[in-house]
């Protein structure tokens, strides 16, 4: 079962007995919208903003929720870094104004007030019974969560995609259950389909039940459609916000397999196959040079690649948080920096990314046009 948490309050103080791996004292949110943060012609007018008052980080609503997080958030690579450096990457990102981590096995004790936490349910154990999304597994495995994590509630609980075909109105009072229960505050879906979400927010709606309020999404350069067309459309009508992951495609938009797959790279490790295989495939190969143009791009602006890959979500409408996954601090450092290139996410900037990639989606009622 995946955990997440995210700091709210942002005003820690540091306690030798709060364990949450490091974190140091960091300013409180200022808590004001900042009407001219964004370039001309980025529409989030919809999604309240605001600025840290120490740093540059923003704060943007999750979708219609009043729950607040870092546009940029920190995913903890569990088993695949020592504690210290999990300790410092933390730390850094925490100082730097990253309020959201999405983690997989670590909580530390601390204030609760100051954090929202979340749980994924899907993942269990190797019985029928312990995955997917029946009402005993969400209600046996949040149990089983909360009791691990010692706590008496989590705010959010996602549902992650429902390959065994639970029926949507048993899903969705279930979560409605564990919501009055009080033993979660807001629930949310995780690879759902846009047609999936609509249908449970209908059911909520039908039977006075409670709807989702996020989708946890896949979107990068060459994964558009639903987080551009379809989540959008899905936040208008019924206030569904978007919380993306992957924003570099498992390290492809980085460059790193540009002449081949280095040893040390993710696709090369056991399990990783289809990556190789997407790599070498005719479709990586047109990517590949697609990014090659990209990277030009990225030093006639004066930034990274990531940054500038980082940046091209940030300005999507309806993206509340992008989910950054690390394995350094100068990666990480790195990728916050995001955060400068967003004021050149202008409309001819856009547009030039556009032109290179060739795949904008399109919108039903631009298609009819």
């Not at 997080?69 to 020592?82: H, I, M, P």
């Not at 530390?108 to 349910?121: D, E, H, L, M, Y």
């Not at 558009?224 to 459309?233: F, S, Y």
């Amino acid at each position: 079962m995946q955990v997440s948490f995210a700091c709210t309050e942002h005003n820690l103080k540091s306690r030798s007995e709060d364990r949450l791996c490091g974190l140091r004292t960091a300013p409180t949110v200022k808590p004001r919208e900042s009407a001219g943060s964004r370039p001309a012609g980025q529409s989030h007018a919809h999604m309240k903003e605001a600025i840290g008052r120490h740093s540059n980080m923003k704060y943007r609503n999750l979708g219609k929720s009043g729950l607040r997080v870092s546009c940029l958030g920190l995913v903890y690579k569990c088993g695949c870094l020592c504690p210290q450096m999990a300790e410092n990457l933390m730390t850094v990102a925490y100082e730097n104004g990253v309020n959201l981590f999405d983690t997989a096995e670590v909580y530390a004790s601390g204030r609760r007030s100051s954090f929202v936490v979340t749980t994924k349910i899907y993942w269990g154990g190797q019985a029928e019974t312990e995955r997917g999304l029946s009402r005993k597994h969400i209600i046996e495995g949040l149990r089983g969560s909360l009791s691990r994590l010692q706590l008496d509630y989590v705010d959010i609980v996602f549902a992650n995609r429902n390959d065994v075909n639970s029926p949507m109105e048993e899903v969705v009072r279930a979560m409605t259950f564990v919501i009055n229960q009080g033993m979660a505050m807001y629930w949310g879906t995780s690879r759902w389909s846009a047609m999936e979400i609509m249908e449970a927010y209908s059911v909520a709606r039908q039977f006075n039940l409670i709807p989702p309020v996020c989708e946890q999404a896949e979107y990068h350069y060459f994964q558009r459609d639903k987080v551009e067309v379809q989540l959008p459309e899905l936040y208008h009508k019924i206030g569904v916000g978007a919380m993306t992951w992957s924003p570099l495609a498992c390290g492809l938009i980085t460059g790193k397999y540009s002449d081949g797959v280095p040893e040390c790279s993710r696709a090369a490790m056991k399990g990783y196959q289809w990556l190789k295989e997407r790599v070498y495939s005719e479709e990586g190969r047109r990517q590949l040079a697609k990014i090659k143009e990209l990277h030009l791009l990225a030093d006639r602006l004066g930034c990274t690649a990531a940054q500038l890959a980082i940046a091209w979500c940030l300005r999507s409408e309806g993206v509340s948080s992008v989910l950054l996954g690390v394995s350094n601090t100068d990666q990480l450092l790195e990728n916050l920096g995001a955060l400068r290139v967003l004021s050149q996410m202008t409309p001819q900037t856009v547009s030039e990314m556009d032109a290179l990639l060739g795949n904008k989606p399109h919108s039903k009622k631009e298609s009819r046009a």
